[in-house]
């Protein structure tokens, strides 16, 4: 049985790492499967750095489509053609998807993100009478004009399976019709990745040369074409944040584009130290040892909550809104003044910190997809222990369908009354039942 999983940029391999991993254990211990991993990329792309696989635990792609360019219809068409001729080649055959193995064939591809690339895979897959895997499905901007959005939004709507991060997500693809039993709850998968990796992480050589401690620097990344494109607001931005370090280094690791728009500003700040992009590893220890982060990534506003560090997040919304709810992230927008009085709070020692029961709730989560792979349902589905994320019974009288066996077929989010405890859904019809409420010892969120 082979899978078919494709990574349309650097970052997605961070979320397909764990799943490489799992595939290869399954197969060590007799279940007949294996994948192809295909990289939208060309091979000699700089951003995969010569590290990257052996720091991630896994191996280097199968394939690479050879795809570049900043052109959205560029992008989409090449990638399009380049995976039409990868599949003919290579045709996707019997298939794990994420928490799914069967003994008769399936035709699945596997797609992470909301990438142009992504999307591209993701059409070319399902017209040729393939079934769709969509990891990471349901998040939202709800902002049609953003490219992602448009990607993502069309990714999810041709799904046959879709894998959430988190209970948010899981509500947009409610409220947006998705068939509930097309929807599955499998954690943050990312934090998969942290937690396999943080006992490895390294500290730079550069760290002691530069004369940086621990706990004492800020971090900043940028990455954002249109952020790094308004120049006038990206100085503003950049001064706000040297004048509130009060002479506290910053790193910055940029990739090329970003350290040009950088350092065309002029800005001359002994303190600011950029660059080049650092190795998962030797980033993943800059992250975990921050005073603090400033940046425009989702991906590392969710690492930086699980590790209890303070992120300032330059973007107006949160693909994952548990980083700011909850965790220790802030949102700010591209406000200078926003920037300014969060940086305030993050300076003298007045952040938010992360409730020790979230933590083990994200570390519980992101184990789930072991567990499914080291215990397949032929149905596809959830058995009565793993239909969603839960340490004890959600609700003693659900059946493996995910029913109540009273006929009761809620769309709800339930929580226990112990936050120490995550958060999980039954998926069903739209309408909110009150008897449900009669369940000892569990509230509800409705859906809204």
Known sequence: MKITIVSGARPNFMKIAPICRAIQNAGANGKNISYLLVYAGPEDDPSLEESLFFDLGMEKPDAYLGVS????????????????????????????????????????????????????????????????????????????????EVNRTIVDAISDYLFTAGMVANRNLNQEGMIPEYIHHVGNILIDTLRYNRPRLSQPAWFDCLGIRKKNYLLLTLNRHDLLNRRSNLEKLLRTLLDKAEGLPVIAPLHGYAETAVKALGLNAPNLHILPPQSYLHFGFLVDQAKGIITDSGNIAEEATFLDVPCITLNSYAEHPETWRTG????????????????????????????????????????????????????????????????????????????????????????????DFPSFSFPGTHKFRKDVLSHAGYRTHILS
């Not at 069967?102 to 017209?127: R, W």
């Not at 993050?346 to 994200?362: T, V």
């Not at 009565?384 to 995910?402: F, H, K, L, M």
């Open 328 to 419: 220790t992230n802030e949102l700010v927008g591209e406000d200078p003044s926003a920037l300014a009085a969060a940086l305030n709070h993050l300076m003298h020692g007045e952040w938010k910190h992360q409730p020790d029961a979230f933590l083990q709730k994200i570390s519980y989560c992101s184990m789930l997809f072991q567990r499914t792979v080291d215990s397949p349902q032929t149905s596809g589905r959830f058995s009565p222990n793993e239909r969603s994320i839960q340490p004890q019974r959600a609700v003693d009288s659900a059946s493996t369908s995910g029913r109540f066996q009273k006929g009761i077929k809620p769309c709800l989010l339930y929580a226990p009354v112990h936050e």
């Open 69 to 148: 360019g900043q052109d959205y219809s560029q992008i989409a068409a090449a990638v399009m053609l380049a995976f039409e001729k990868e599949l003919d080649n290579h045709p996707a055959q019997v298939v794990l998807v994420v928490n799914e193995l069967t003994e008769n064939p399936a035709h699945v591809v596997l797609v992470v993100d909301d990438l142009t690339a992504t999307m591209s895979c993701a059409i070319v897959a399902k017209k040729r009478g393939l079934k769709v895997a969509h990891l990471i499905a349901g998040t939202r901007s709800f902002d049609m004009n953003m490219p992602r």
